[in-house]
């Protein structure tokens, strides 16, 4: 049997059809390759800020005592302390602002977004984050303010215990 031109380039397009279905498929398998490891990459990041945070109040007794006595009465604070206090508090606000919005955009985990954002639950309602809260929520954005402020409405238990 004699192959006609246009058998081979019948033959030719089936093959090309088909290549370009696998490359597709090769094409969204690393699409989704490269979503998770951004997801993980994302989570790290969000964690590990936080994480140097807590290490660096919890390994200094100091920064320990100006903290927890910062969160219950500021006013108690010198102004030194006070300074430290709120600098403290910023920095780990900020850490919180990117876990919100990596968290709104859908990049954090759902799980892992709101259980870092139950410690802020933990938190709003204490004198100290109000002070705070006060004399920096317009060094953020509007959408992080408005989540803050509606924690803040929400919360009724004056903060966690180890605040107090």
């Given at each position: 049997m004699t192959r006609t031109l246009q058998d081979w380039a019948n033959l030719a397009e089936i093959i090309g059809t088909a290549a370009?279905?696998?490359?597709?498929?090769?094409?969204?398998?690393?699409?989704?390759?490269?979503?998770?490891?951004?997801?993980?990459?994302?989570?790290?990041?969000?964690?590990?800020?936080?994480?140097?945070?807590?290490?660096?109040?919890?390994?200094?007794?100091?920064?320990?005592?100006?903290?927890?006595?910062?969160?219950?009465?500021?006013?108690?604070?010198?102004?030194?302390?006070?300074?430290?206090?709120?600098?403290?508090?910023?920095?780990?606000t900020l850490a919180y602002q990117h876990v919100f919005f990596i968290g709104a955009e859908g990049t954090l985990d759902t799980s892992l977004y709101q259980a870092m954002t139950a410690t802020m639950e933990a938190v709003v309602s204490t004198r100290g984050f109000q002070w705070y809260w006060k004399q920096r929520a317009n060094f953020f954005t509007t959408e992080f303010c408005g989540f803050v402020d509606e924690l803040i409405l929400s919360a009724t238990n004056g903060g966690a215990e180890i605040y107090k």
């Open positions: 370009i279905i696998f490359s597709l498929l090769f094409v969204g398998l690393q699409i989704a390759d490269n979503t998770k490891e951004m997801r993980s990459s994302a989570a790290h990041n969000a964690t590990e800020s936080l994480q140097n945070w807590y290490v660096e109040i919890a390994t200094n007794s100091q920064a320990a005592q100006v903290f927890r006595r910062g969160m219950n009465d500021p006013s108690e604070l010198s102004q030194d302390e006070a300074f430290q206090y709120l600098l403290n508090v910023h920095s780990a």
